[in-house]
């Protein structure tokens, strides 16, 4: 059996590297115009030719979302846009709206397409059909379960994708209307403000001034406050879907949890393919998951529809755990130092864990810090800057540096 391809999301070249480094067979990326997820860094012209000949030169393909859900003005410069993604040799656009995929027939013939999860796709004739229009892919719509992939699977020639980690939108596979109807941030033209993340309360017009929270029960509908998606116990399960790619979700996601989701997916990954008969789940991969900002986690449709139990829990907040601190720059082996550039601050004497690709995990008390001049320092408050400390071990560039948090 065939392992899926392991797709990462990279909101900018930086984490692209990551997701490349940590693990990815594939990432997805948008660029500056065209693309959901406006409010991610996104990827100039100049930026998407380093991230291609990054990934390239690694065996890695490279995605760029063109998904958004068009007007009629919105279409201005995209045949000239498509052109040049083709002329840099991205392996695959990924569109949404058939008024987009005529474009790039017209534009740009052999460029690969996949399906957008946006386009909501539930079933094998809508997927064969899709095919049918020249797309290569579907990425599938996350209201399905592993079963009915299976169905879909057996019935069409084309390959599929599904989500298996990540933000569970509160509308139909990702279509929403809160927030251009809340603040006039049209979701499905990139502009999405998250609102179904928001926290609501309910006023009764008899009783102003009078606020009940919404909340779930058994006999409620599950609009706001979702989990996030996690299959990280379920490979074997994933494996028997005939699924062509996994995709992780979150181009506005941090280094940190595309540099963790990755690596643990793909450690799962390869321990199946490896010998999938002796395959077992290690408590270890679950437990670096809860280690990144996430709220908590659910097999969402998978398994069939979520029940009340499932989905009522205490808290929409987000577990924040651990603090993402900083990312390596280089090591210094005469030394036994790594320096350091930083993301959140650091104190003489934190205890920090250290991870990367080919690093493994382990713990460091920091005994001192210098700035980049060489001068010892009692904390380093600025992001970006460059610090020096000592480590047991040796480490690379791009591996993380993340502190559990203080109580």
Not at 41 to 59: D, I, P, V
Request: glycine share 6%.
């Amino acid at each position: 059996m065939e392992v899926p391809e392991l797709l990462a999301p990279a909101g900018n070249l930086e984490k692209l590297k990551i997701a490349v480094l940590y693990g990815a067979d594939a990432v997805y990326v948008g660029g500056k115009s065209f693309s959901l997820r406006e409010a991610a860094n996104n990827f100039s012209l100049e930026e998407l030719k380093k991230g291609l000949n990054f990934a390239h030169s690694r065996g890695v393909k490279v995605y760029v979302t063109i998904n958004m859900i068009p007007h009629n003005d919105d279409f201005e410069g995209l045949p000239s846009y498509i052109t040049e993604l083709n002329e840099i040799g991205v392996d695959a656009v990924i569109v949404a709206d058939p008024g987009v995929l005529s474009v790039v027939k017209e534009v740009a013939s052999g460029l690969e397409v996949h399906l957008s999860t946006q386009a909501n796709n539930v079933n094998w004739r809508s997927v064969k059909f899709w095919g049918e229009q020249g797309i290569d892919r579907v990425i599938l719509a996350r209201e399905l379960s592993l079963d009915e992939m299976k169905g879909i699977n057996q019935q069409v020639k084309i390959g599929t994708e599904a989500f298996i980690h990540g933000a569970m939108c509160i509308s139909y596979s990702g279509r929403c209307l809160l927030s251009n109807y809340m603040i006039n941030r049209d979701a499905n033209r990139g502009q999405c403000a998250h609102s179904c993340r928001w926290k609501y309360s309910l006023m009764e017009k008899e009783r102003p001034g009078e606020y009940y929270p919404i909340f779930e029960d058994e006999n409620g509908t599950y609009i706001f406050n979702s989990k996030d998606l996690c299959m990280i116990e379920y490979i074997p399960e994933l494996m028997t879907a005939g699924l062509s790619s996994l995709k992780i979700e979150g181009r506005m996601k941090s280094l940190h949890y595309v540099a963790t989701v990755t690596s643990t997916y793909r450690q799962a990954l390869d321990v199946w393919s490896k010998d999938p008969e002796s395959y077992q789940f290690k408590e270890e991969w679950l437990t670096e998951l809860q280690k990144i900002s996430h709220r908590h986690y659910t097999t969402g449709f998978y398994f069939g529809r979520p029940g009340a139990e499932e989905q009522n829990y205490d808290s929409s907040a987000y577990a924040r755990d651990y603090d993402f601190m900083g990312i390596v720059q280089e090591y210094l082996p005469e030394t036994e130092e790594a320096i350091i550039e930083v993301r959140s601050k650091f104190f003489i004497d934190d205890i920090v864990e250290f991870f990367g690709p080919n690093t493994g995990t382990f713990i460091e008390k920091l005994e001192y810090i210098k700035d980049e001049d060489g001068e010892l320092i009692p904390a380093a408050p600025h992001p970006h800057q460059l610090i020096t400390v000592r480590v047991e071990r040796p480490v690379q560039k791009y591996d993380i540096v993340r502190r559990e948090k203080k109580d």
